[in-house]
């Protein structure tokens, strides 16, 4: 297998993608934090001091989706089409799942996986005071599509 962020010497690089077709990439992510109870009703009521977890937490992970490249070292700097970041409440926590999507010569999938890590990093800081015994896990590339290596599913 041919690891495409090495040169031949094994020195990491920057994947030219000059050469690749810009066409549709799309890729969705998910991931869920697990809160206390008294803590997911005080973020379901928006009763948590510092706000509106929800809304700052997707906010906040449209902001990480779009600053990947900043955060990622061998990521290039895309510039992305559309974040859909979508916070549901269950009865053990917050799921998470962002879909990113780009016209370009590579894909978006770690723009989705940070778009849902940010966002849950965002719902833990902001609901410490309550739980700081939430658990985020699960974070996962659920599909992509679009490219050379074409769609895959988990």
Same mark, same amino acid.
């Given at each position: 297998? @041919?690891? *495409?962020?090495?040169?031949?010497? #094994? $020195?990491?690089?920057?994947?030219?993608?000059?050469?690749?077709?810009?066409?549709?990439?799309?890729?969705? +992510?998910?991931?869920?934090? @697990?809160? !206390?109870?008294?803590?997911? /009703? !005080?973020?379901?009521?928006? +009763? /948590? !001091?510092? %706000?509106?977890?929800?809304?700052?937490?997707?906010? +906040?992970?449209?902001?990480?989706?779009?600053?990947? +490249?900043?955060?990622?070292?061998?990521?290039?700097?895309?510039?992305?089409?559309?974040?859909?970041?979508?916070?549901?409440?269950?009865?053990?926590?917050?799921?998470?799942?962002? *879909? /990113? $999507? @780009? @016209?370009?010569?590579? #894909?978006?999938?770690?723009?989705?996986?940070?778009?849902?890590?940010?966002?849950?990093? *965002?719902?833990?800081?902001?609901?410490? !005071?309550?739980?700081? #015994?939430? *658990?985020?896990?699960?974070?996962?590339?659920?599909?992509?599509?679009? %490219?050379?290596?074409?769609?895959?599913?988990?």
């Amino acid at each position: 297998m @041919t690891l *495409t962020h090495l040169d031949a010497q #094994g $020195a990491a690089r920057m994947v030219d993608v000059s050469a690749k077709a810009a066409t549709r990439r799309e890729a969705v +992510a998910e991931g869920f934090i @697990t809160i !206390a109870d008294t803590a997911l /009703v !005080a973020i379901r009521d928006q +009763a /948590v !001091a510092k %706000g509106d977890v929800l809304a700052v937490a997707r906010v +906040a992970g449209i902001m990480g989706a779009k600053r990947t +490249a900043d955060l990622i070292p061998l990521c290039h700097p895309l510039p992305i089409d559309a974040v859909n970041l979508d916070l549901a409440i269950e009865p053990t926590g917050i799921r998470a799942t962002a *879909t /990113v $999507a @780009t @016209t370009r010569g590579t #894909g978006v999938e770690m723009e989705a996986l940070t778009a849902v890590s940010v966002a849950l990093l *965002t719902i833990y800081d902001m609901a410490k !005071a309550m739980d700081r #015994g939430m *658990t985020i896990a699960g974070v996962r590339l659920l599909r992509k599509s679009g %490219g050379r290596s074409g769609d895959w599913v988990a």
